[in-house]
């Protein structure tokens, strides 16, 4: 056998990582799982875990642990399913339909290997068609949709008839009656009746498929419909290469025919639909609808109303969450391998057109057997109708509503979470924004999903690297790499927008030191000292800087005004900025050390304003009380003010007066408070009060 003939012998499982066998690194694989299972039955539950909550640590353990597994799960599903972790709501469940989306994965992975391995031989012409095949189903055809990607919020819409279009307000849901009366009990009775016939999975080669690229079989379709009690319905979509995404294709099911729509080429058409999608009476399957709810809506104003979601049933009844996974728990196996495929790619190849079909082919058959299993475990485990309930989430999963994608502070923060220790993204909370922003900017412009841009991750980066390099076009550009043309191409942009976020922040310091003092007019020598700013002993007034981080500045007086005293702090933080000072601090820790002086001077003039609470204003002491209390006569002390032989606090006296004082002042309440109580007790006795 010759060497061309050994390398063509070689396996396809062996030339998937860097031309090595994969089996070790399945290995590894799940040896790494079967520990963390392990791991996870090891953790206590019930009444074990509430036992140990009583120990102070354990939560908290819990808690970093729980938050750090989230944020891990959360950055790899933003590369894999950006959709996925933006989900809202409870977490955990959208971190168990994500380990099955990935475990389904790996599983229809390692199908497809075992499935070469067992070929015997592959002709060379068979080994090119299959590398075609899946470089075209990666590949795509460039195709655009033209969508509004401005920052308008998107407004829900019904399309009438052609040229009829009614929009309506902005989070108003057009059917949104029409599902809530579903949840209060407008479910057909037929919903919650268990299958007349024992359930079997159709085979393929049984059912009738039609593949639709024509208005005219669009129409005949939409009739169809209508005459179904059950459809099933399900979406492929693309959005990497697309601000919003748009719908590539629609599968539809009955129970004897399987249906895939072109809705690229049949986009203005798809809202004939309307009609069987919107309609009580004919029942929508659908696995995972969330997506396709939000799809439907934006791409063709399409509504669902009465839907059996089965991915909502098998959470449920505790089977897996993945549609091929679940699928398996019924003996039936599904190829997965286009599970990703760019499904813009025209003309669909069959293996394509195959793997889109059985989406949906098996999903009526799949209600049937959940809704049986569902009312099986009616009044088992405290639930008393569990196939109500499925209805109930699968229905308030339809009144979901299209949002287009934005940056905000939320966004800000998801991405932030358990990729930085919380100082760290203090520190680059506000230049990881400038650069959020600028590729919200960049990916409406181009119609580019934000991943296509600068994904998540990369953007972090850059925001540390920014510490470590000079920001310019030449360098960013560099950073980006060919793989992100996108961010490239707009470099420029990126780098003024930087410049311009460190310049605001550098004033926004500036503007936050200089607008202190507040309270006081002039600054004396004194107050000034206690800023850590030092007197030189000149007589010439300018900025200078100083040792042990501090800097000073010439006093020319005993008293400076605040605007003088404001501005020779901005010259003497300018200094310590001009490049190549000698001996110069550097601003932060000059702004550092004069925040902490500004907070103990807050903290004193609070306290002062305390301890002079005590004697009120309003007390009055005669002079010899007062003179007892250290206080000096009128004449002698301004701030008293003498009245009938009694001296009143006109001003906050000096805190060596109030401590001397105190004595006199408690003194004399306890004397007026055992009068009033004489008096008060002489009220009820005539001859004291005579007396």
């Known amino acids: 056998m010759s060497g061309h003939d050994s390398d063509d012998s070689v396996s396809e499982e062996e030339q998937l990582i860097g031309g090595q066998s994969v089996h070790p690194y399945v290995t590894e694989l799940f040896g790494s799982v079967i520990q963390g299972v392990q791991a996870g039955n090891d953790l206590p539950e019930g009444d074990d875990y509430e036992f140990y ?56 992975d390692l199908e497809i290997l075992k499935t070469e391995a067992s070929r015997s031989k592959m002709t060379a012409e068979e080994k090119a068609r299959r590398k075609q095949l899946l470089k075209t189903a990666s590949s795509g055809g460039g195709t655009k949709v033209k969508q509004d990607n401005s920052p308008t919020p998107f407004r829900p819409f019904v399309v009438m008839d052609p040229g009829n279009v009614k929009t309506y307000p902005v989070g108003t849901h057009p059917f949104a009656k029409d599902i809530e009366k579903l949840q209060s009990g407008g479910l057909m009775d037929w919903q919650l009746l268990p299958p007349t016939q024992p359930v079997v999975f159709p085979q393929v080669a049984d059912s009738k498929f039609t593949y639709i690229d024509q208005p005219a079989q669009l129409q005949k379709l939409a009739k169809q419909l209508l005459t179904e009690q059950v459809i099933a319905i399900d979406l492929e979509h693309h959005s990497l290469h697309s601000f919003q995404g748009f719908t590539c294709l629609m599968q539809i099911s009955t129970r004897t025919n399987d249906y895939v729509v072109d809705t690229i080429e049949l986009r203005k058409h798809m809202p004939v639909l309307l009609t069987s999608f919107a309609n009580r009476n004919v029942l929508k399957v659908l696995h995972g609808c969330s997506s396709d709810i939000e799809w439907l809506q934006r791409d063709f104003g399409l509504y669902i109303v009465n839907c059996f979601d089965t991915g909502e049933a098998a ?108 100082g760290v993204r203090t520190r680059y909370r506000s230049i990881l924004k400038t650069i959020f922003e600028w590729r919200d900017e960049v990916a409406r412009l181009e119609d580019e999903s934000y991943g296509s841009v600068l994904p998540d991750p990369s953007a ?191 001003a906050v006296p000096s805190r060596k007066a109030i401590e001397a004082a105190e004595p006199a002042v408690t003194s004399l309440r306890e004397r007026r408070g055992g009068k009033r109580k004489a008096a008060e007790a002489g009220l009820g006795d005539g001859n004291a009060s005579k007396k």
Not at 390 to 410: G, H, I, T
């Open 53 to 108: 909550r009583s120990f102070r640590q354990f939560p908290k353990v819990m808690s970093e642990y729980g938050t750090m597994l989230m944020g891990m799960v959360e950055s790899v599903s933003r590369v894999y399913t950006p959709e996925l972790a933006e989900a809202s709501g409870d977490k955990t469940e959208a971190m168990v339909e994500f380990m099955d989306m990935l475990f389904e994965n790996i599983d229809g």
């Open 315 to 422: 959470q449920q009844l505790g089977k897996p969450h993945g549609l091929g996974a679940l699928l398996r728990s019924f003996s039936i196996n599904v190829d997965k391998r286009y599970q990703n495929a760019d499904w813009r790619v025209r003309p669909l190849p069959e293996e394509m057109l195959l793997y889109a079909r059985l989406d949906t082919h098996y999903l009526i058959a799949l209600y049937d057997k959940l809704k049986f299993l569902l009312l099986q475990q009616a009044g088992k485990g405290g639930v008393e109708n569990p196939l109500h309930k499925v209805y109930l989430e699968s229905n308030a999963l339809c009144l979901r509503m299209y949002k287009k994608p934005a940056f905000d502070d939320d966004y800000l923060s998801k991405v932030l979470s358990g990729r930085l220790d919380e």
């Open 460 to 650: 972090v980066m850059l925001a540390v690297e920014l510490d470590a390099i000079e920001v310019s076009t030449r360098n960013l550009q560099k950073f980006f790499s060919s793989t992100k043309p996108f961010a490239q191409k707009h470099a420029a942009k990126l780098v003024e927008r930087i410049e311009m976020e460190q310049q605001k922040q550098k004033h926004s310091d500036m503007a936050s030191l200089l607008s202190f003092p507040r309270e006081k007019k002039v600054l004396s020598s004194t107050v000034l000292k206690e800023f850590g700013w030092q007197q030189d002993g000149g007589a010439t007034g300018a900025p200078t800087t100083a040792t042990d981080g501090d800097a000073s500045f010439v006093d020319s007086g005993d008293v400076h005004t605040a605007a003088t005293a404001r501005s020779k702090l901005f010259a003497a933080l300018a200094a310590c900025a001009a490049p190549g000072a000698a001996g110069a601090a550097h601003p932060a820790a000059v702004l550092a050390h004069f925040r902490d002086a500004r907070e103990r001077v807050r903290q004193r003039r609070a306290s002062r304003a305390e301890t002079a609470a005590v004697p009120a204003p309003e007390e009055e002491l005669t002079i010899e009380e007062a003179a007892k209390g250290g206080f000096q006569k009128p004449s002698a002390n301004p701030t008293l003010k003498e009245r009938d032989g009694k001296i009143s606090f006109g």
